[in-house]
């Protein structure tokens, strides 16, 4: 059955010079709408480590959980909804609610410093960022809805890197950019601001006597993502065939079906009744715990413990560090699947959890050792984990999934990916509290069983409905 995969018609999937244009102004303004909502989701960690004492490890662990439980279940509403209504109409709401959600933040925690306090800013931000992460969990869904019906099963390891480059380039805007507008916008004048954040503050007038301005953090994502939502309303198209060219045959677990869309009851049958997806769904779990269990608390435990003593950088340019090293770990991992394995995604998943696993196990030991070592090997694992969830999160869901069940598929996985992500926050925001050296162990047993599922899944590649002759 594979070898009929594979020997597939060279005109699916090398395509005009016109349709490729078309589908790069298709995906790349979605991409980074998809990235600027990143923006806007993650702030919430550049924000805490910006008031300090005004959220606590334990308010920061509670409100991040409490938005990634609401974003793990709203794929229930949210995938069906975009697999019967199409990706363009999912990004739409979800980058304008996002962007209200952020203003509202942005206006509380301002209320919060002018005023002195007065604000239970665990209660309200558990309500607004659970709120922002029911609009973000459109994101993912709709990208991979749309991108769906644009690339053959055979193109779509490499755009499992680009998934991965576009989550890197979300985080990179996060934390360096998020971390550039708090310096900008503090009350104390720095003398080490660049060119932009000098610009920043004067279009935004920060008063020298006044408070950190700290709620710009929330406001900079809300304005870039009401501007991409204008660009994605002229911009973006479900299908090929809404922009001038022909739908094809995509070879994916939808090839050989009708157009016809599928019920809701259809749609939740072929994916629960999928053991790939639902392998793929405890891999993505553990990516959950594996990925924010490190580009959260990396950042706190160098302010905390190491006091930034070492060096400033990884402070400043943690996002930097993230992107290139999803950039490489998805580019990576989307090579060696499309090129090396036969686009099967199962062989990469498993060599980058042996890597995870291997990191996990070292950091038990190098806790305390000079930051260069430590830093290097979150590096290589936010390489490892961010190839894994562009490679399962955002290409498998197309394969096994297929284009008329895709984002119910993506919905899935992504909230395996947050209920993973939810367990690590609650978990580590105590566990930290009480002692930094219960860290690293808290990840090994989820890299070791990421590892085991997905071996599980080493042949596995869809195959298309067969046509009744």
């Known amino acids: 059955m594979i070898v009929e995969n594979i020997m597939l018609s060279a005109e699916l999937i090398h395509h005009l010079p016109a349709y490729r244009f078309r589908r790069f102004l298709n995906w790349f303004p979605m991409g980074l709408t998809y990235a600027f909502l990143y923006m806007g989701r993650y702030n919430l960690t550049v924000s805490k480590n910006a008031l300090g004492d005004l959220m606590t490890k334990e308010d920061f662990g509670i409100i991040f959980a409490a938005g990634t439980i609401v974003y793990a279940f709203s794929f229930l509403i949210n995938g069906p909804l975009t697999d019967r209504f199409g990706g363009k109409k999912a990004i739409l709401i979800g980058a304008l609610g996002s962007a209200l959600m952020n203003l509202i933040m942005g206006l509380t925690v301002r209320t ?5 306090g007065g604000v239970d800013l665990r209660t309200v931000f558990s309500i607004l960022y659970s709120l ?3 609009f973000q969990s459109f994101g993912a869904v709709a990208i991979v809805k749309v991108n769906a019906s644009w690339f053959h099963v055979r193109e779509r390891g490499i755009f499992g890197g680009i998934f991965g480059i576009l989550i890197s380039l979300g985080v990179y805007f996060a934390f360096d950019w998020g971390v550039a507008v708090v310096e900008a916008t503090r009350a104390e004048v720095s003398l080490h601001l660049s060119f932009i954040q000098q610009l920043i503050r004067t279009m935004v007038r920060v008063e020298a006597n006044g408070p950190d301005e700290t709620w710009w953090v929330f406001f900079a994502p809300a304005l870039f993502l009401v501007l991409f939502f ?3 309303l002229l911009l973006l198209r479900d299908r090929p065939s809404q922009a001038g060219f022909k739908d094809f045959d995509t070879g994916d677990a939808s090839s050989g079906e009708s157009d016809a869309p599928l019920s809701i009851l259809d749609i ?9 997806i639902l392998i793929i769904a405890s891999i ?8 924010n269990g490190i580009m959260h608390w990396y950042p706190i435990y160098i302010k905390e413990v190491q006091q930034y003593s070492a060096d400033h950088f990884m402070r400043e340019h943690w996002g930097l560090i993230l992107m290139l090293a999803g950039v490489f770990g998805g580019m990576f991992a989307g090579f060696l699947s499309d090129k090396v394995f ?13 890597i995870l696993l291997i990191c996990s196990l070292m950091m038990v030991f190098i806790l305390q050792s000079p930051w260069r070592l430590l830093g290097g090997v979150v590096t290589l694992m936010s390489f490892s984990v961010i190839g894994v969830h562009g490679m399962l999160s955002g290409t498998s869901t197309m394969d096994f999934g297929g284009r008329k069940a895709a984002a119910t598929a993506v919905g899935m996985i992504d ?12 978990a580590l925001g105590f566990l930290t509290t009480a002692n930094w050296a219960y860290w690293p162990p ?28």
């Open 284 to 291: 993505e779990f553990c990516s959950g715990v594996m990925r």
């Open 268 to 276: 939740f049958k072929r994916i629960l009744t999928s053991k790939v």
């Open 112 to 116: 919060m410093l002018l005023t002195g």
């Open 230 to 232: 204008i660009i994605e």
């Open 342 to 354: 036969g686009s099967r995604r199962g062989p990469v998943a498993a060599l980058l959890y042996g």
């Open 442 to 469: 808290f990840l090994v047993p989820f890299a070791l069983f990421g590892l085991i599922q997905a071996l599980r899944i080493w042949h596995a590649f869809p195959q298309p409905v067969k046509k009744k002759i």
């Open 415 to 426: 909230g395996f990916v947050y209920l993973g992500t939810a367990v690590q926050s609650f």
């Open 132 to 134: 922002n992460m029911y």
